[in-house]
């Protein structure tokens, strides 16, 4: 028994060293593709010596001799940081991801080759101005003298992934970085998924006419009545119910319904500024992620100092300011995009129908390859309104009659795309005229873009916008009979249509993605919007003061006020508060009083640390369900947000909408004070099964925690603990400090989607400028920049943005010298 012990204690102790030994392999292995940050280094493709130093929060600032190695060290600092990020993004671009991850990301590889944005980008480098085309290769350069010194002295591959997933990495190319703007595009762009779901409720109720409550228009001047979607297919076949759609992968750029951009950017003139300067704030919102999209970076140009957030791959500062002028994106929910039901010839399979009769498709072959498996080889069809695509994608086969496809028409689907070098004529641009004429220049993803000068503000519309004829029998909301010539695009409308406000009177202007402008279709924008609620809070803040300062544009940003709740509450809850009878304690009556009372004195703040935000947000999602499941069945599943102006409707009843309260399947008639106290008693159950049922107790933030996951290990045991980052934080769905919740179990209040970047801008005093990251500029995991300014974030902090070279020196954590040979 003793030697049996000893053997065993030994074969322990043997096994305990290895894996010591073995997590110290992995350890030495990962760390060495962790950048140093203070040296000097020999590179190709510069011109002269440049200057990389970092400060203390890990941000470049680039001090070059000429314009051409500003972009090259641009691109070598995004390599040294986020050179997986890049890879990544390249390959979804490119439709090249199951080459690493097998038949999980088929599905995404099969959407990207058939929209063939990566052709479409390597097109677009012809159309570039002589500038951008220098700086697209000089920053390809940058990336490839990282490359290259990883090589030369085996630094880990240039991160983690690298080890975990055999990805040789090609040179960086200019097309590569096109690919990704186009990307962005796409990230950006949820119209047809809007087209989508109106198509199937319209086949899913039982009276389509009440296709207004559930899809409002945003208050304004009213729509006409839109068809019945099967009304414009008369003979076809379509189902009378649509199926809930599946989840995208996670390495998927295609965007939830609800998911595909928002935004807050906000402007001041000098005489709305106390400090007597102009004044932007912007915080642009995307899907959270670890790392984040963007990447903090200061270039040093002849036309002088540039600092604010950059896209890894893309040789630009998307947003921020120069020394004298600052702008900010926000999403403009311009129609981008029209989904066509293209008819096929019944005796030839390979045509479709056209107004003038039927022609043959446009067709290329190209092949998936996939890891472990054998290739895919699809065929890709053009037709002349867009790229063909498959029935299976976004449920799409519930919408399109037997024996049809769907195609789609996006103005990013151009291959002489030149927002880039509007990008860069911006970065360059010295006051709001220069940026307005750069601005002409940009196509897609379209944004609403603010600016200031040292004296002016401005707000326009950039991007295309389709020219629809007025005679469209959808006005491009539904899928059309793509055979229809009143239904076909005709053309871009000009620069001059896009809305602009210029120095406007009341010295402020702002976009928290509501809607901008009222006229009507075709020259209207859009008619699905992103904001009904936070622009009414930003409006009470803006006019509260007479003059604003940096700090209260920050408050704003900051600001957790649910104006939402405030509408809501009242309207749903007349009928209960102060209407129960006693009720003994443990009982669901007991339960709901208590809760009413939490409510009644709540003033719509979602902040973390309260209950109510928690048992808000639960009664609104399990009444909504309530209001539409019994009408449009599984399809309910798709609604996943509440819809404020859906509620509002029905609660008071605006042209009829109050039919809703009442269950068509049940014989008593339910009046709206019956479903919504059915409702708060689901929600109170949800609520006690998930989080307790001492509501005092609960924490809002203990269900609205931000979820930055790595697309690729987040879901890997052991390793997720050290690449994901979770913060409890404040604000939701309709604030300003904008938290969009996922929508679906078994964390429906996960905190998925928000404010990626903040940035103030204060021409008073402009190096008092401040922004933030919502991670860290690092890709690398084991980098302690990987997600230290995700804590400043989540309180409220910022970093100062200053272009002072002596600031950046001073606090400087290394000092790069990149030098010819």
């Not at 030994?21 to 992995?26: A, E, N, S, Y």
């Not at 803040?541 to 709740?565: C, K, N, W, Y």
Request: net charge negative; charged share 20%.
């Amino acid at each position: 028994m003793a030697t049996l012990f000893r053997w065993l204690l030994r074969l322990t102790s043997a096994a305990i060293l290895l894996a010591v030994l073995g997590l110290g392999l992995v350890y030495y292995l990962a760390a060495r593709s962790l950048p140093d940050y203070d040296k000097v280094l020999a590179v190709e493709g510069s011109r002269a010596e440049i200057e990389i130093v970092r400060d203390n929060a890990g941000v470049p600032h680039i001090f070059p001799q000429n314009d051409s190695d500003a972009y090259f060290g641009l691109g070598y600092a995004h390599a040294q940081d986020r050179l997986w990020q890049m890879t990544l993004l390249r390959r979804t671009a490119q439709g090249r991801l199951s080459e690493l991850f097998g038949r999980r990301t088929l599905e995404t590889d099969t959407l990207m080759r058939r929209l063939d944005l990566y052709p479409l980008a390597v097109r677009s480098v012809a159309a570039q101005d002589p500038q951008a085309l220098e700086a697209l290769e000089a920053y390809a350069a940058g990336v490839n003298a990282r490359i290259a010194e990883i090589n030369a002295e085996s630094l880990g591959r240039g991160a983690p992934e690298f080890f975990l997933f055999n990805a040789p990495i090609a040179p960086w190319q200019p097309a590569d970085s096109l690919a990704i703007v186009k990307l962005m595009a796409l990230q950006l762009s949820g119209q047809f998924r809007e087209e989508i779901l109106r198509a199937q409720t319209s086949l899913a109720l039982p009276d389509p006419a009440r296709l207004q409550d559930i899809l409002p228009d945003i208050p304004g001047a009213g729509t006409a009545a839109l068809p019945d979607y099967a009304q414009l297919f008369p003979g076809k076949t379509l189902q009378p119910f649509a199926t809930a759609a599946h989840e995208m992968d996670a390495l998927s750029p295609f965007p939830e319904r609800g998911l595909a951009g928002a935004s807050n950017a906000w402007a001041a003139s000098p005489a709305r500024s106390a400090g007597g300067g102009t004044l932007l704030a912007n915080d642009p919102h995307l899907g959270f992620t670890a790392p984040s999209t963007w990447y903090l970076a200061r270039l040093e140009l002849s036309s002088g100092g540039v600092i604010g957030g950059t896209v890894p791959g893309v040789p630009a500062v998307m947003l921020g300011r120069s020394e004298h002028l600052a702008w900010g994106l926000t999403s403009s929910y311009l129609d981008d995009q029209d989904l066509f039901i293209e008819e096929l010839d019944p005796d030839n399979p390979d045509r479709y129908r056209t107004p003038d009769g039927f022609a043959a498709f446009e067709t290329r072959r190209t092949i998936v390859d996939i890891k472990n498996e054998a290739p895919v080889t699809l065929t890709l069809r053009w037709t002349e309104n867009g790229p063909v695509l498959p029935r299976s994608a976004f449920d799409l086969g519930s919408i399109t009659p037997q024996g049809d496809v769907v195609s789609l028409a996006w103005t990013a689907l151009d291959g002489a795309d030149t927002s880039l070098s509007a990008a860069l004529r911006l970065m360059r641009a010295q006051d709001v005229d220069e940026a307005l004429a750069a601005s002409e220049l940009y196509v897609a993803p379209s944004q609403m873009l603010t600016l200031i000068d040292g004296e002016r503000i401005a707000m326009k519309l950039i991007g295309t916008m389709p020219a629809r004829d007025p005679a469209h029998q959808s006005q491009g909301r539904l899928p059309s009979p793509g055979w229809i010539e009143a239904n076909r695009w005709q053309g871009r409308l000009p620069d001059s249509a896009n809305p602009l406000f210029l120095d406007p009177p009341g010295g402020i202007v702002g976009n928290t993605n509501n809607k901008v402008i009222d006229r009507p279709f075709p020259e209207h924008v859009s008619f699905d919007w992103g904001d009904s609620q936070r622009v009414m809070r930003w409006q009470s803040l803006m006019t509260g003061r007479q003059v604003h300062t940096r700090d209260s544009f920050i408050e704003a940003q900051l600001d957790t006020v649910s104006p939402a709740a405030r509408t809501l509450l009242p309207l749903i809850g007349r009928d209960l508060w102060y209407t129960g009878e006693a009720a003994p304690e443990g009982t669901p009556e007991r339960q709901r009083q208590r809760a009413l009372d939490l409510l009644a004195n709540w003033n719509g703040e979602m902040n973390e640390h309260l209950p109510e935000p928690l048992l808000y947000a639960a009664w609104l999602r399990a009444l909504q369900d309530r209001l539409i499941r019994d009408e449009i069945g599984p399809l309910a599943d798709n609604y996943t947000h509440v819809e404020p102006l859906f509620i509002e409707r029905v609660f008071r009843d605006i042209d009829g909408a109050g039919v809703w309260c009442d269950v068509i399947r049940s014989v008593v008639v339910e009046t709206c004070s019956d479903i919504a106290r059915m409702a708060l008693d689901d929600a109170l159950v949800w609520v006690g099964e998930r989080h307790g049922t001492a509501l005092e107790s609960l924490r809002w933030g203990d269900a609205h925690q931000a979820a930055h996951e790595h697309p690729v290990l987040g879901n890997v045991p052991l390793l997720r603990s050290f690449v994901n980052i979770r913060q409890s934080t404040s604000g939701g769905d309709f604030t300003l400090q904008r938290g969009r919740t996922s929508g679906r179990d078994p964390q429906p209040f996960s905190n998925v989607h928000g404010a990626t970047y903040r940035g103030v801008y204060d021409f008073a005093d402009p190096d008092s400028s401040v922004y933030i990251l919502s991670t860290g500029e690092s890709g690398h995991f084991l980098s302690r920049h990987y997600d230290d300014l995700g804590t400043l974030w989540r309180r409220g902090e910022y970093l100062p943005m200053s272009l002072d070279q002596d600031l950046a020196r001073a606090a400087s954590v290394g000092i790069t010298r990149l030098v010819t040979p």
